[in-house]
């Protein structure tokens, strides 16, 4: 008979001294998803060979924060989290003062040599980590002055975003927020009285937007109004989609986004470009490997052994969904243009960095769950 501890690693690996003392640390279904994702963007939105060696550096650096992130135990996530946080807030603090405009938003710091981040991405992982260290030693479901902390915690740095100004990012946080809050168990009829509130300030909204904030809004509804203005967009997005028909034209053979019609598309309208190119199918091909990283991401924390880690894999999860979701349906004009990339596919560093960061802690997480 073969000895228990072989018996129960023999579907995986052999259990050796070396295996036992360094553990594996990368969640390799999820590692593998999100690599695919990856594949997608370095593939479909520019065949320029600068372009495409930024992006791969800029993935590699990405990358390299994950493995980093997961290798490092999750007591060590709680103890710091409110310091990471802190200091997340007082970049954000810095931007109207030291930050940098482009495409008319002060949005940006700049460091020495020329490297820019936004704060605000940076906050994606620092927000779930705040209201998981909050929650942490906190009784569940919690009491209203617990709620009223969180929301403190998402509030603050959202306040800030829209000040930037920022929209997008603001309502997408404090979208990943709420969820945490409700996720953590608060009862039914706070979040129907908060709903109903929402719902009656919602007029409010109109009254503190900017004005092209509002023009998006109106050219949601009806983009041929201004079809060669604020309707652009929108117009050009949804005709390179619907051109590309089942299988596509073709790497490349794409009109409207290679003869730049189509705005933005390595960025906020990539998807446009890969249903141009790739049609339905390779549209779908992305959807699926989305849904299957954040069906593993949610496996992961319901699977955490304790409080911070079940919110902090859940917020980092549906931080990405939310983007994932608000990106596809602004493309398809289900939602205003709002600025929001699509994960790991539209070029971008710093939001790569944050995302593959969060999904590090996520692994490790998954990896320390007897912790």
């Given at each position: 008979?073969?000895?228990?501890?072989?018996?129960?690693?023999?579907?995986?690996?052999?259990?050796t001294?070396?295996?036992?003392?360094?553990?594996?640390r990368?969640?390799?279904p999820?590692?593998?998803?999100?690599?695919?994702?990856?594949?997608?963007?370095?593939?479909?939105?520019?065949?320029?060979q600068?372009?495409?060696?930024?992006?791969?550096?800029?993935?590699?650096?990405?990358?390299?924060?994950?493995?980093?992130?997961?290798?490092?135990?999750?007591?060590?996530?709680?103890?710091?989290?409110?310091?990471?946080y802190?200091?997340?807030?007082a970049?954000?603090?810095?931007?109207?003062?030291?930050?940098?405009v482009?495409?008319?938003?002060?949005?940006?710091?700049?460091?020495?040599?020329?490297?820019?981040?936004?704060?605000?991405?940076?906050?994606?992982?620092?927000?779930?980590?705040?209201?998981g260290?909050?929650?942490?030693?906190?009784?569940?479901?919690?009491r209203?002055?617990?709620?009223v902390?969180?929301?403190?915690i998402v509030?603050?740095?959202?306040?800030?975003?829209?000040?930037?100004?920022?929209?997008?990012?603001?309502?997408?946080?404090?979208?990943?927020g709420?969820?945490?809050?409700?996720?953590?168990?608060?009862?039914?009829?706070?979040?129907?009285?908060?709903?109903?509130?929402?719902?009656?300030?919602?007029?409010?909204?109109?009254?503190?937007?900017?004005?092209?904030?509002?023009?998006?809004?109106?050219?949601?509804?009806?983009?041929?109004?201004?079809p060669?203005?604020?309707?652009?967009?929108?117009?050009?997005?949804?005709?390179?989609?619907?051109?590309?028909g089942?299988?596509?034209?073709?790497?490349?053979?794409?009109?409207?986004?290679?003869?730049?019609?189509?705005?933005?598309?390595?960025?906020?309208?990539?998807?446009?470009?890969?249903?141009?190119?790739?049609?339905?199918?390779?549209?779908?091909?992305?959807?699926?490997?989305?849904?299957a990283?954040?069906?593993r991401?949610?496996?992961?924390?319901?699977t955490?052994?304790?409080?911070?880690?079940?919110?902090?894999a859940?917020?980092?999860?549906?931080?990405?969904?939310?983007?994932?979701?608000?990106?596809?349906?602004?493309?398809?004009g289900?939602?205003?243009?709002v600025?929001?990339?699509?994960?790991?596919?539209?070029?971008?560093?710093?939001?790569?960095?944050?995302?593959?960061?969060?999904?590090?802690?996520?692994?490790?997480?998954?990896?320390?769950?007897?912790?």
């Amino acid at each position: 008979m073969l000895d228990n501890r072989f018996t129960r690693h023999m579907p995986w690996q052999p259990v050796t001294a070396a295996a036992r003392a360094y553990p594996q640390r990368l969640d390799l279904p999820l590692l593998l998803f999100l690599l695919a994702i990856i594949t997608f963007g370095l593939i479909i939105p520019s065949h320029a060979q600068d372009a495409f060696v930024g992006q791969v550096l800029r993935m590699g650096v990405a990358l390299g924060f994950m493995v980093a992130m997961a290798h490092v135990h999750p007591r060590w996530y709680l103890r710091a989290a409110p310091f990471i946080y802190l200091g997340c807030l007082a970049l954000l603090i810095a931007v109207p003062f030291f930050g940098i405009v482009v495409n008319g938003s002060r949005r940006w710091l700049e460091l020495p040599g020329g490297i820019r981040f936004q704060p605000s991405e940076l906050m994606k992982v620092a927000m779930p980590l705040a209201v998981g260290w909050y929650l942490n030693t906190r009784r569940l479901p919690p009491r209203l002055t617990h709620v009223v902390g969180c929301l403190a915690i998402v509030a603050v740095p959202a306040l800030l975003i829209a000040q930037q100004p920022d929209l997008g990012t603001t309502a997408l946080l404090s979208a990943a927020g709420l969820f945490l809050i409700v996720l953590s168990g608060v009862r039914w009829r706070w979040i129907f009285a908060a709903g109903a509130v929402a719902a009656a300030a919602a007029p409010a909204l109109w009254m503190v937007m900017r004005e092209y904030q509002r023009e998006r809004v109106r050219t949601l509804f009806d983009p041929e109004r201004d079809p060669t203005g604020a309707g652009w967009n929108i117009i050009q997005s949804t005709t390179a989609i619907g051109s590309g028909g089942v299988f596509g034209k073709g790497l490349d053979q794409g009109t409207q986004s290679r003869l730049d019609f189509l705005p933005e598309a390595n960025t906020d309208f990539v998807i446009a470009v890969i249903g141009e190119e790739l049609g339905l199918i390779g549209v779908t091909s992305l959807l699926l490997v989305y849904v299957a990283a954040l069906a593993r991401g949610l496996y992961i924390a319901t699977t955490a052994s304790d409080t911070f880690g079940r919110l902090v894999a859940s917020g980092v999860t549906l931080t990405f969904f939310l983007y994932v979701f608000v990106n596809i349906a602004m493309v398809c004009g289900l939602l205003p243009v709002v600025g929001a990339p699509l994960p790991l596919v539209s070029y971008g560093g710093t939001s790569a960095i944050s995302i593959l960061a969060g999904f590090g802690i996520v692994m490790s997480i998954q990896t320390h769950r007897n912790w």
